[in-house]
């Protein structure tokens, strides 16, 4: 069965340059979050979506981040001119429905900014 | 803000039993889920409690007391495939879903 899939799974860039990465949850998942995870720590919540509403944007370090799911499936982070610190893995989860306990992670995308 | 501390590291012989320990101090408390992630891999869920007690699931139990803002996860008959870090999560109430991971704990299994 198809699980949450993300793209590029690798992404290199250089400083001051936009990316955008993607998330294809679970199909018929209600609800899909971003983390951000820094080797050896816990995922960071960024952002997360019910259908394709934003419900919160709270955990967005700064303006540069912003997410997307304008037909409540498929979700876009862009990251505006990126800086060295916004190197990290960043993964995409989904759940089937709002508050439930299980989510479902996806293999993230490994981003390096030089 | 919120925080869920845990230890950073626990290594266990295969066999036996490991106990890993959450505490945690968050506003709008409404459950703890706890996740196993292997070198490289994503996170997988492994079990929830959203009341005071211990929940089973096959070699894995989790407990929580929310009088002492303290969960933990039991896993038995440690296998090396157990060889992973584990983190707790704290899901809030109210609908809002922003989900707060805890610092992880790597488990080491030994022969």
């Known amino acids: 069965g198809a699980g949450v899939s993300q793209s590029p799974r690798y992404k290199v860039t250089k400083r001051g340059q936009d990316v955008a990465l993607r998330c294809d949850p679970i199909s018929g998942h209600v609800s899909l979050y971003w983390y951000r995870q820094a080797l050896g720590q816990g995922p960071e919540f960024l952002t997360y979506?019910?259908?394709?509403?934003?419900?919160?944007k709270s955990g967005l370090p700064n303006d540069r981040f912003s997410a997307e799911r304008p037909e409540g499936s498929i979700s876009t982070l862009t990251i505006q001119r990126t800086e060295q610190r916004d190197s990290a893995m960043y993964r995409c989860?989904?759940?089937?429905?709002?508050?439930?306990?299980?989510?479902?992670f996806g293999p993230g995308t490994r981003l390096t900014v030089l | 803000g919120q925080s869920l501390e845990q230890p950073s590291e626990v290594t266990a012989v295969e066999g036996a039993i490991v106990q890993i320990n959450c505490t945690y101090q968050?506003?709008?408390?409404?459950?703890l889920s706890w996740y196993q992630q292997h070198d490289g891999g994503a996170p997988t869920f492994l079990s929830y409690n959203a009341l005071d007690g211990l929940e089973e699931t096959g070699r894995f139990s989790s407990f929580l007391s929310r009088s002492d803002s303290y969960g933990y996860l039991l896993l038995q008959e440690l296998q090396m495939k157990d060889s992973a870090s584990y983190f707790c999560?704290?899901?809030?109430?109210?609908?809002?879903?922003?989900?707060?991971f805890g610092t992880g704990t790597k488990l080491q299994v030994i022969p």
């Open positions: 968050t506003s709008g408390f409404y459950g």
């Open positions: 979506f019910n259908y394709e509403a934003q419900q919160d």
């Open positions: 999560a704290a899901l809030n109430s109210g609908g809002y879903q922003k989900v707060t």
């Open positions: 989860a989904s759940s089937l429905l709002p508050g439930t306990d299980t989510q479902y």
